[in-house]
C-alpha cells in the first residue's frame, strides 16, 4: 500500500501565495513521475504540473508561470508553489505519484486532495 498525504491548502485573496506539499509512504521501491491535479466543482480532474524523478517539468497552460513544481526524490515529496493565485484556480487539488511498489508492481496513486479557495 502506498499512502500520498497533501497539506498546504487553504483560503487566500486573490494575488496571494500558497505551497502544497505531498509525501508519499509505504511500499515503494521508487517514483518516476509526481504531479499535481485540480477538479473544480462541476469540472474534470486536470493536470496542473508534474515532475520526473530526473527533475523535467510539465505545466499546465494556465498555471505557467506563476506555479512551480519541485520535488525532494529522497523523501518521495512534491511541492507546489502557487503565486498570482486567481479566482478561477479554486479547486481541490490531488497529488498523485507514479512508479513501482516494492514487489515491483506499478503503482499509480493518489492523495485525498486538499482544498484550495481564492476570493476575487
Known amino acids: 500500500q502506498v499512502q500520498l498525504v497533501e497539506s498546504g491548502g487553504g483560503l487566500v485573496q486573490a494575488g496571494g501565495s500558497l505551497r502544497l506539499s505531498c509525501a508519499a509512504s509505504?511500499?515503494?521501491?521508487?517514483?518516476?513521475?509526481m504531479g499535481w491535479y485540480r477538479q473544480a466543482p462541476g469540472k474534470q480532474r486536470e493536470l496542473v504540473a508534474r515532475?520526473?524523478?530526473?527533475?523535467?517539468?510539465d505545466y499546465a497552460d494556465p498555471v505557467k508561470g506563476r506555479f512551480t513544481i519541485s520535488s525532494d526524490n529522497a523523501k518521495n515529496t512534491v511541492y507546489l508553489q502557487m503565486i498570482s493565485l486567481e479566482p478561477e484556480d479554486t479547486a481541490v487539488y490531488y497529488c498523485?505519484?507514479?512508479?513501482?511498489?516494492?514487489?515491483?508492481?506499478?503503482?499509480?496513486?493518489w492523495g485525498q486532495g486538499t482544498q484550495v479557495t481564492v476570493l476575487s
Open positions: 498523485n505519484a507514479i512508479g513501482l511498489s516494492r514487489n515491483l508492481v506499478r503503482l499509480n496513486a
Open positions: 509505504g511500499s515503494i521501491f521508487s517514483i518516476n513521475l
Open positions: 515532475i520526473t524523478d530526473y527533475g523535467n517539468t
